[in-house]
């Protein structure tokens, strides 16, 4: 598509259930990104995906966190068992390859765990 | 690990006003970007930096690779109302795959 995609825009959900969340990144770009941006803060880091590389998960916040990139396209970040310090905005990003040209980030997916 | 700072967090100007701001870290990046976020929406690239001592405009926006490569600092000049936002950088080091963001500036201009 002509910009990177997610869905939804808004989530509300209960304490305790988990949550999908969906990211389709601009086609072609090999690397995606999740960030995650919490009220006023800046961006932190989440999970990398390289082509057909392990993803560098070094930034997942707990095991309640997860992603999988299917078919080197469409990403989903799944939260099991959300808490409400997971309320946040979380960002997608994609690139051509690699992080070196910068990224173009969606518009984001405003979770809200109540 | 890595870190930036910004600074200043918020500021309100004038229309018509320059603005500066700046972004250090206590590591050496080999790459900075200038990101804009507007409200509900998500950051968009303004410009990128790839060498020490680069300087670099878009339009009304200048930015700077700082020559100890620890920081950048970000110029707008003759603000407008659509400048409002915030303002992130980003630093990527030699071996990082992924961008370190700052915590933003949060800019807000007064007609």
């Known amino acids: 598509g002509a910009g990177v995609s997610q869905s939804p825009s808004n989530k509300v959900t209960e304490k305790g259930k988990d949550v999908e969340l969906r990211c389709d990144p601009i086609?072609?770009?090999?690397?995606l990104y999740w960030y995650r941006q919490s009220l006023g803060q800046g961006l932190e880091f989440l999970i990398y995906f390289q082509g057909n590389s392990a993803p560098d998960k070094s930034g997942l916040p707990s095991d309640r966190f997860s992603a999988e990139r299917t078919g080197g396209s469409v990403s989903t970040l799944t939260i099991q068992r959300t808490q409400q310090e997971d309320s946040a905005v979380y960002l997608c990003?994609?690139?051509?390859?690699?992080?070196?040209?910068?990224?173009?980030f969606g518009s984001g997916t405003r979770l809200t765990v109540v | 690990g890595q870190q930036l700072n910004q600074s200043p967090q918020s500021m309100f100007i004038q229309e018509g006003e320059d603005v500066s701001m700046n972004c250090t870290s206590s590591s050496i990046f080999n790459t900075w970007l200038w990101y804009k976020q507007d409200p509900g929406e998500g950051p968009v690239l303004l410009i990128a930096?790839?060498?020490?001592?680069e300087l670099t405009s878009n339009g009304r926006l200048t930015a700077q690779f700082g020559i100890t490569r620890k920081d950048s600092f970000l110029n707008i000049s003759a603000s407008i109302p659509s400048d409002v936002g915030i303002y992130f950088c980003a630093g990527l080091s030699n071996y990082g795959q992924n961008f370190v963001f700052g915590p933003g500036t949060r800019l807000s201009v007064l007609p």
């Open positions: 086609s072609g770009h090999t690397a």
């Open positions: 930096l790839y060498k020490a001592g």
């Open positions: 990003a994609s690139s051509l390859q690699g992080a070196g040209g910068g990224y173009t």
